[in-house]
């Protein structure tokens, strides 16, 4: 071969190791510069780290700032939750209630006491009505009773008429009625209660005890003028004699108790009692316990011997024991009545007892 052969072969070879150079990076081909890489080339790429793991926290300091009371879902069967969420925040002025309509529940975050109130409230108002009207549940204030007792007499005077698908329930601390049922039910319950609920009606009541003798033939001391009437009335049971009064004024519905001593042979006297009712009529009904403690010894002139004797071969009584008068019944009477509620042998000799009169001032 002659030189030009050579020369072409050996060339193309140097072009040859040039161009593979060159695709590994490593020399560019003769009469280039080689070429600046990117940044993102020349940076050594990050080496994958594992995912940091979730450490738990640490335990909440004294000062910190936490939920003040734990929330309880109290579900619903029959009661709509909107409706009782507003009684709730109305009767019951501690927590929060947040009403859940897709599962007719409420959530109720508040002080454990009040808690239970709702739970036990919630137990009696969520009942279903019995006919095809359409239950309410209405709160109606009480100003003038007590309202357990109220719920008690709406309950009765509703079961008189025929109505059984009412639920009462008697908030005694806010003095509210609560009550579930149709709506006609409902308003004759106001009704009831409107009628019920008036201020409570007083009266003065005076209790006069009387002594009487049969063995006596002359009259006691003279009797007050407002009692000559009814002493004479009572002069059946022989001479008669004002042992004292008791005055009191009593409030309907409300129990009271007088008591203290009216003579020096009667240490202890005690009427007590409760008027259930004070009409705008007058009339006055009230149960009555009366309570008389004697001493053995008589207001009556000496017995004859030969009575002193006879009574002397009696057993006595009981050491320590004192003759004692009680009475427990029920009353009507009207204004500027004189009622005898009973008269009862006192202990103290033969032919003597004891009669309590009430007078009802007009």
Request: with cysteine; charged share 25%; glycine share 6%.
């Amino acid at each position: 071969m002659n030189r030009t052969v050579w020369t072409v072969i050996i060339q193309c070879l140097l072009l040859g190791t040039a161009a593979a150079a060159f695709a590994q990076g490593k020399n560019p081909p003769p009469g280039r510069e080689p070429r600046p890489q990117a940044a993102a080339e020349q940076a050594p790429r990050p080496t994958p780290e594992a995912p940091p793991q979730q450490k738990p926290l640490p335990p909440r300091g004294p000062d910190e700032p936490r939920l003040p009371y734990k929330p309880v879902v109290l579900r619903l069967q029959n009661a709509d939750c909107m409706e009782v969420a507003k009684m709730v925040e109305e009767v019951f002025f501690e927590g929060t209630v947040v009403p859940i309509q897709r599962t007719n529940s409420i959530i109720y975050a508040g002080p454990e006491d009040t808690l239970a109130q709702v739970t036990e409230l919630l137990g009696k108002m969520d009942l279903p009505a019995s006919d095809a009207e359409t239950s309410e549940l209405t709160m109606i204030p009480v100003h003038h009773r007590h309202v357990e007792d109220l719920a008690d007499q709406v309950m009765k005077m509703l079961s008189k008429r025929g109505e059984r698908d009412a639920r009462l329930a008697a908030d005694k601390g806010r003095s509210m009625l609560l009550i579930r049922g149709p709506k006609s039910v409902v308003e004759m319950a106001r009704s009831i209660v409107g009628e019920l609920d008036q201020p409570a009606g007083s009266v003065v009541l005076e209790f006069a005890f009387f002594h009487a003798d049969q063995n006596r033939k002359e009259p006691f001391s003279t009797i007050p003028a407002d009692l000559a009437q009814v002493a004479q009335e009572l002069q059946r049971f022989g001479a008669l004699e004002l042992l004292g009064r008791l005055s009191t004024i009593a409030v309907e519905n409300d129990k009271f108790r007088v008591a203290g001593s009216i003579a020096d042979n009667i240490p202890q006297v005690q009427v007590e009692g409760q008027p259930t009712s004070v009409s705008a009529d007058g009339t006055v009904n009230l149960r009555l316990m009366a309570r008389m403690v004697l001493d053995h010894q008589s207001s009556s002139p000496p017995v004859p011997p030969a009575k002193a004797a006879e009574d002397k071969e009696k057993p006595a009584p009981p050491s320590g024991a004192r003759p004692a008068y009680e009475l427990d019944t029920s009353v009507q009477a009207k204004r500027g009545d004189y009622i005898v509620l009973g008269s009862a042998p006192a202990g103290w000799k033969p032919g003597e007892s004891v009669i309590l009169v009430m007078y009802v001032r007009p």
